[in-house]
C-alpha cells in the first residue's frame, strides 16, 4: 500500500514527518506522515503547479472544510490543514480499512445485512453533510472505507455548499459517470437528492459487484444515467423497492437520508442499524476483517525510505483468511486505540496499488545519453464549453469528437478549423477510415462523406434493426472492410448486433453478443471480441458473423481488456495479468509474458499491465509497478525495461500510439501526454495539462502528421514524432 519517497519529495509538510507514499496523480500527492509523538496520518497535498492558481487553492480549502464538517465518526478526521502553504497540505487520520471497490473485489458482493449496516451509517453522514448545506458530489464506492467501527466518507475535492456552482464550468459534468446522478450528468445543479441518488449506486455496487448503469465508455454511462432504467436485478429482493426509489430521475421523488435509513433499517433482521462500533463491526465479512488486520500489521512495519535521484534525462520527469477468522470485538478495540483510521485521502488519484515488496528493474544495457527536452507547442487548439468525450475519430482529413450534453459530433479539419456539425447524435464510431453517426429519435445511421466532410443520406433506422426503443442506448461497435456493426446497450445479458453495409445499409448479419463486450481489433476480416462477463476472447467473420476462434482468458473482476489492436503481422497482444500475444486468424497463443514477476495490485479491478503498442518488432507495455517494459514481438523475451514513475497518473484504459520514433501515453491532470524515446530508454518530454482535465485519447493521424489529444476541455495537436 506504500512506497518509498521520491527522491526530491520533502522530509517534512508543517509538523510531520514524512514516511512514505501512498500515491501520487496529476493533481497531488498522497503521503503517509508520523508526528513526533508518534501519531500515523495521510497527508493529501497538491502540486505547486496548481496550487499557484487562486481556484484550486479554494477548493482545497472547500475540501477540507468539508471533511471538518463531516468528522471523524463519518468521515477521516482532520487532524491539521495548511492551505495557504506553498505546498497546500491536508493532514487526516489513516484510515485502517480497504476501499468499498477493493473489499467487493477481494469477498465478491456483500451480504445484504452489511449492504443495510453500510447504508445506514452513510445515510448517517449525509444527513450530516446535507444539515450544513453541503453536498459530496462524488460519492462511488472507491470513496467509502469499510473500518471495523463503520464507513468512512472520504476525498471531498468536489465537495461544496448546495446550490453553489461558481467553480464549476456551465454545462459541465463533475463526478464519476457511473455513480452520477441524471441531473449531475446533464450539468445542473445537483442537490442533496443527487447525493442520495449516487449513494442508492453504491449500495447496487455493494450487493452485486458493478454499479446500476455497468461499465462503458463515459458517452454510454451519461446515457444510460439520463434516459435508461438501472439494472437491479441482481439486488436483493427486499432492497429492490427501497433502491428503486432512490434511483428515480425526478430528484424530488427520491427520499431524503432519513427516510432511506429508516427503510434500510426496516428490513434489518439483526445489527443493521448499526446502533454501535461492535455491531457493525459484527457485519462484515470474514475476509475484510483479514483485511483490517493485514493492513494494521502493514502501516505498523512501515519505515521510513527514499529513492536514490535519478541519473541522465529521467531526473526531469515529472513524477507526479483464517479458518476461524479474527475477532471482530478486537477490531473495534484496536481502531480506538491510537492509530485510526487506511489510504483513506488516495480517493480516485490512484492507478497503481504498489505492493511493499521491493523490485529493481535490470540495468539496461549502456543506453545512449538523452536529454529531457520541452514539449512542442499545440499546431492548433479547439476549446469546448461543455464536456467533451474523449474519443477521437478519423476520416481522411476529418476528425470527429463528440460532445455532452449537447449531443453534438463535431468535424475539424486538420488544421483544427471547424468543418461541420451533426446535431442530436447518439453515438458514434468508425474504423477502416470511415465513420458514422446515429442520429436523432430514430437511431438514424448516417455515414461520413470524408471527401465531401458532410454526413450523407441514412443507411438506415438502428432502433427499428435492433427492435430497441429510443430510450435505449445504442452504439457503432465497429467498421472494417466496407461492413459497419451496431449493438444495442443496456442491461439484458444477450444484446443485439446487426452488420450492414456500409454503402447500401443492407443487413449483412444479426447476432446477440453478451453483455460488456468489447471489441480488441478488426484485422484480416475478422473482429475480434472481449467479453468481461464471460472471460473469452473470440473473433467473428466480418462478412458473415459466424465465430472463427474462441479463447478463455482471466480477465478479473469486470475489467474491460483494451488494447491497440493488431501488428503489421496479424498478432494481439493483451493486456491481462500478463501479457498475451495471440496469432488473430486462428487464436493461438504465441507466448505469454510477466508470471512471477513482483507487479501485483491490491484489487483485480486494476490492471498489471496497461495496454501494449507494437512498433518495429517490439512490444512495449506500462507495468504497474515496475515502469516500462520492451519485450521482444516474436517470442516475447524481454528486451530491456525502464524504471519510472509515469505508470502511477496513466488510467489503466488509457491507450498508448506510437509514433516513428517516440511512444506516446495519455495520461491525466498537470502532465496530460508522456512521450517516451524508445531508442535512448527515457522519458522525453511531458505535455502540460490544465487543471483538472481528464486523461485524453489519442490519435496518431499519419497522413497530417499529427498527435491528436483529445480531453473533457478540448482538442489540440502535436507534431507526431
Known amino acids: 500500500m506504500a512506497f518509498p519517497l521520491a527522491h526530491d519529495d520533502p522530509a517534512h509538510l508543517g509538523p510531520y514527518r514524512l514516511v512514505a507514499r501512498l500515491g501520487s496523480g496529476g493533481m497531488g500527492t498522497v503521503y503517509l506522515g508520523r508526528s513526533a509523538r508518534g501519531r500515523t496520518v495521510a497527508l493529501k497535498t497538491m502540486h505547486r503547479e496548481i496550487a499557484a492558481e487562486a481556484e484550486f487553492r479554494t477548493r482545497f480549502r472547500l475540501e477540507a472544510d468539508a471533511a471538518r464538517i463531516i468528522g471523524g465518526h463519518h468521515g477521516a478526521q482532520v487532524v491539521d490543514a495548511d492551505p495557504l502553504a506553498d505546498t497546500p497540505w491536508l493532514a487526516t487520520e489513516y484510515v485502517l480499512g480497504p476501499p468499498l471497490d477493493e473489499a467487493v473485489a477481494l469477498c465478491g458482493p456483500l451480504p445484504e445485512e452489511t449492504v443495510r449496516a453500510v447504508g445506514v451509517r452513510l445515510c448517517e453522514a449525509l444527513s450530516q453533510l446535507h444539515s450544513s448545506d453541503v453536498v459530496h458530489r462524488d460519492l462511488k464506492p472507491s470513496n467509502i472505507l469499510l473500518a471495523a467501527t463503520g464507513p468512512k466518507v472520504i476525498d471531498f475535492g468536489i465537495a461544496r455548499a448546495a446550490g453553489d456552482d461558481r467553480l464549476t464550468r456551465t454545462g459541465a459534468a463533475a463526478g464519476t459517470p457511473a455513480f452520477m446522478s441524471p441531473e449531475q450528468a446533464t450539468g445542473r445543479e445537483h442537490t442533496s437528492a443527487g447525493d442520495v441518488f449516487a449513494l442508492a449506486g453504491v449500495l447496487v455496487f455493494a450487493c452485486t459487484g458493478s454499479g446500476p448503469f455497468g461499465t462503458g465508455t463515459t458517452a454510454d454511462l451519461l446515457y444510460r444515467v439520463r434516459y435508461a432504467e ?85 531526473a526531469d520527469e515529472q513524477r507526479g483468511d483464517s479458518a476461524s477468522g479474527p475477532s471482530r470485538r478486537r477490531l473495534v478495540a484496536f481502531a480506538g486505540g491510537g492509530l485510526v483510521a487506511a489510504a483513506a485521502a488516495t480517493g480516485a488519484w490512484l492507478w497503481t496499488r504498489p505492493t511493499d515488496d521491493a523490485t529493481t528493474a535490470p540495468a539496461p544495457s549502456s543506453p545512449p545519453a538523452a536529454a529531457a527536452r520541452t514539449a512542442p507547442s499545440p499546431r492548433w487548439q479547439t476549446l469546448f464549453d461543455s464536456v467533451t468525450v474523449p474519443v477521437p475519430l478519423a476520416a481522411g482529413q476529418r476528425l470527429a469528437v463528440a460532445t455532452v450534453p449537447a449531443n ?17 447524435v447518439r453515438a458514434a464510431g468508425g474504423g477502416d477510415g470511415r465513420l458514422y453517426g446515429i442520429q436523432g429519435a430514430e437511431g438514424e445511421l448516417r455515414p461520413l462523406d470524408p471527401r465531401a466532410g458532410a454526413f450523407t443520406e441514412p443507411l438506415g433506422a438502428v432502433h427499428e434493426l435492433l427492435g430497441s426503443k429510443a430510450t435505449e442506448p445504442v452504439s457503432v461497435l465497429a467498421a472494417h472492410r466496407g461492413i459497419v456493426v451496431v449493438r444495442r446497450g443496456g442491461f439484458d445479458p444477450q444484446q443485439p448486433c446487426v452488420a450492414l453495409d ?123 509497478r515496475n515502469g516500462m517494459v520492451a519485450l521482444d514481438a516474436t517470442s516475447g523475451k524481454l528486451r530491456w525495461e525502464l524504471k519510472t514513475n509515469i505508470a502511477a497518473r496513466i488510467p489503466p484504459d488509457a491507450v498508448p500510439v506510437a509514433g516513428r520514433r517516440y511512444l506516446y501515453f495519455p495520461s491525466a491532470g498537470t502532465a496530460l501526454v508522456t512521450a517516451v524515446d524508445p531508442a535512448a530508454r527515457a522519458v522525453r518530454w511531458t505535455s502540460a495539462g490544465k487543471r483538472k482535465e481528464l486523461a485524453p485519447r489519442l490519435l496518431a493521424h499519419r497522413r497530417s502528421g499529427q498527435l491528436v489529444v483529445a480531453t473533457d476541455r478540448r482538442v489540440f495537436a502535436l507534431p507526431l514524432t
Open 230 to 314: 438501472p439494472c437491479l436485478t441482481r439486488v436483493p429482493e427486499r432492497l429492490v423497492p427501497v433502491l428503486a426509489r432512490c434511483l428515480d430521475k425526478d430528484p424530488g421523488r427520491r427520499p431524503d437520508p432519513a427516510e432511506l435509513a429508516a427503510l434500510l433499517r426496516d428490513g434489518a433482521t439483526g445489527a443493521q442499524g448499526g446502533d454501535g462500533e461492535a455491531e457493525f463491526a459484527d457485519t462484515l465479512p470474514d475476509t475484510v476483517h483479514a483485511e483490517i488486520l493485514r493492513r494494521s500489521a502493514e502501516v505498523c512495519a512501515i519505515r521510513p525510505a527514499r529513492d536514490e535521484p535519478p541519473a541522465g534525462p529521467q
Open 502 to 624: 456500409g454503402d447500401t445499409g443492407r443487413k449483412r448479419w444479426r447476432k446477440k453478443i453478451p453483455r460488456e463486450t468489447s471489441v480488441v481489433a478488426t484485422t484480416d476480416g475478422l473482429l475480434v471480441l472481449a467479453g468481461a462477463l464471460d472471460e473469452k476472447v473470440w473473433a467473428l467473420d466480418i462478412e458473415t458473423g459466424e465465430e472463427v476462434w474462441s479463447r478463455s482468458f482471466h480477465l478479473g473482476f469486470g475489467r474491460p481488456l483494451v488494447t491497440s489492436g493488431a501488428d503489421t503481422r496479424g498478432t494481439l497482444y493483451l493486456n491481462l495479468d500478463e501479457i498475451v500475444a495471440l496469432r488473430a486468424r486462428d487464436g493461438k497463443t504465441l507466448w505469454r509474458f510477466g508470471e512471477g514477476r513482483k507487479h501485483t495490485t491490491d484489487s483485480q479491478d486494476y490492471a498489471a499491465y496497461g495496454p501494449p503498442v507494437a512498433r518495429g518488432g517490439t512490444v512495449y507495455a506500462l507495468e504497474s
Open 408 to 424: 453534438e459530433l463535431l468535424l475539424l479539419s486538420t488544421d483544427g478549423e471547424e468543418a461541420g456539425t451533426l446535431k442530436d
